[in-house]
């Protein structure tokens, strides 16, 4: 694990050069992740959502159907445009540009999904997310991981960035699920009780 969390601007060019870089519309891969991802959640509803690394949009809006609100962030841009048009007639979903873990937002959510975005941050990145979600954690909050596992040239590993990440948090948590699928995993973990 070494090197810093990607910035927005490689993001920015990347957008530029293709709409959609990873083929959320169309790879069976990514359609293959979302029916898996969605799958975990159990048949929930959530009342308060969290979205971390929406990109364009496409998870946004199948997530959509099972939370009374969404808030979805990315840092970049041009992905959020395409997000805010996919979503246009879904009151309940909102977007907001935000460079984690700086950026924040105010609430406590009983639902955080962060998806395919760990392992662009270094390892003390990682660290304070995960810091940040368990501040933000409702009493029965479920919190679902999504990494890629293949080779990658970024600051951490799927497999580094989630192991880190489930490493931070306290007993009032559980991982209940890891799931390793072909290129990604699955990881889930739930907040049983009070609030301490």
């Known amino acids: 694990m070494s090197g810093e969390s990607w910035k927005a601007d490689v993001f920015d060019r990347l957008y530029a050069d293709n709409p959609d870089p990873w083929g959320f519309e169309s790879s069976p891969y990514e359609q293959a992740k979302y029916a898996d991802t969605l799958a975990q959640l159990d048949?929930?509803?959530?009342?308060?959502?969290?979205?971390?690394?929406?990109?364009?949009?496409?998870?946004?809006?199948?997530?959509?159907?099972?939370?009374?609100?969404?808030l979805s962030l990315d840092l970049a841009e041009a992905a959020l445009a395409r997000a805010r048009q996919r979503c246009a007639g879904l009151d309940r979903v909102s977007f907001r540009r935000a460079t984690l873990p700086q950026d924040w937002p105010d609430?406590?959510?009983?639902?955080?999904?962060?998806?395919?975005?760990?392992?662009?941050?270094?390892?003390?990145?990682?660290?304070?997310?995960?810091?940040?979600c368990i501040d933000a954690a409702e009493p029965d909050c479920t919190i679902l991981l999504v990494n890629w596992t293949g080779p990658t040239?970024?600051?951490?590993?799927?497999?580094?960035?989630?192991?880190l990440f489930c490493s931070c948090f306290p007993e009032a948590f559980t991982r209940d699920a890891t799931l390793h699928r072909d290129r990604y995993r699955l990881d889930r973990l739930h907040r049983s009780g009070s609030r301490s």
Request: hydrophobic share 45%; charged share 25%; proline share 3%.
């Open 43 to 70: 048949g929930r509803r959530f009342g308060e959502a969290l979205e971390l690394g929406c990109s364009i949009g496409v998870m946004s809006q199948a997530l959509a159907a099972c939370c009374d609100r969404l």
């Open 107 to 132: 609430g406590c959510f009983d639902l955080v999904l962060v998806s395919e975005m760990l392992y662009f941050l270094a390892p003390a990145d990682i660290v304070r997310l995960a810091e940040r």
């Open 153 to 163: 040239d970024t600051p951490t590993t799927g497999d580094e960035a989630a192991e």
